[in-house]
């Protein structure tokens, strides 16, 4: 057992800056979540097969975990030839697929495993363009969180810069997961 997880896969490198006030178990559900975008030959539990989207392809080899808090946590996505549109910028698509998993992970950080999100809003601001080999550094943060909602705002902004290309903002709702 202590093998399988020496060599079990993470989406965190050696410079990700976990908060302490965070369970084991919020991280672990949080790398869950993003390994379900990042690597390949993964073993994922079923309950976690929510969606394979198109987009978990081309995001996997982009976007790295760089610090995660309660309610917070910040990516480095490089901006790679795959994820481009005809103006060689990012594609608005592959914004909005990774502004909706950093979304649900921050969210993930605050909201318990014994609810489910359902994404209600996902509101995208397309403010600037991030070139082809860019890095654009994803800051997520939760806005409010209650009982039955959370509502999670993300900036991406150029590296180099820190100028704000687009900003996005999710409503999840909570709802009570079915028991079979």
């Known amino acids: 057992m202590g093998e399988e997880n020496s060599e079990r896969k993470s989406s965190y490198t050696k410079d990700t800056i976990i908060s302490e006030e965070l369970s084991e178990e919020d991280v672990a559900l949080v790398d869950i979540l993003f390994m379900h975008v990042l690597q390949d ?15 978990s392809q081309l995001i996997r080899s982009c976007l790295k975990l760089h610090s995660i808090h309660p309610g917070k946590l910040s990516c480095i996505l490089s901006v790679k030839p795959a994820i481009l549109n005809a103006y060689r910028t990012m594609h608005g698509g592959a914004i ?10 921050c ?3 605050v909201v318990g495993k014994d609810k489910e999100l ?13 070139p082809c080999n860019a890095e654009v550094v994803i800051d997520g943060s939760i806005i409010r969180s209650g009982r039955n909602i959370t509502v999670v705002a993300v900036d991406f902004r150029l590296k180099d810069s820190r100028k704000l290309v687009y900003t996005s903002n999710a409503t999840f709702y909570h709802m009570p997961v079915a028991s079979l």
């Open 118 to 130: 359902f994404l209600g809003e996902l509101r995208m601001s397309y403010l600037s363009a991030a």
């Open 107 to 109: 969210a993930r950080t």
């Open 41 to 55: 030959g993964y073993n994922i539990p079923p309950q976690y097969h929510y969606v394979k989207d198109s987009f």
């Open 96 to 105: 909005g697929a990774v502004a909706e998993r950093v979304s649900i992970a």
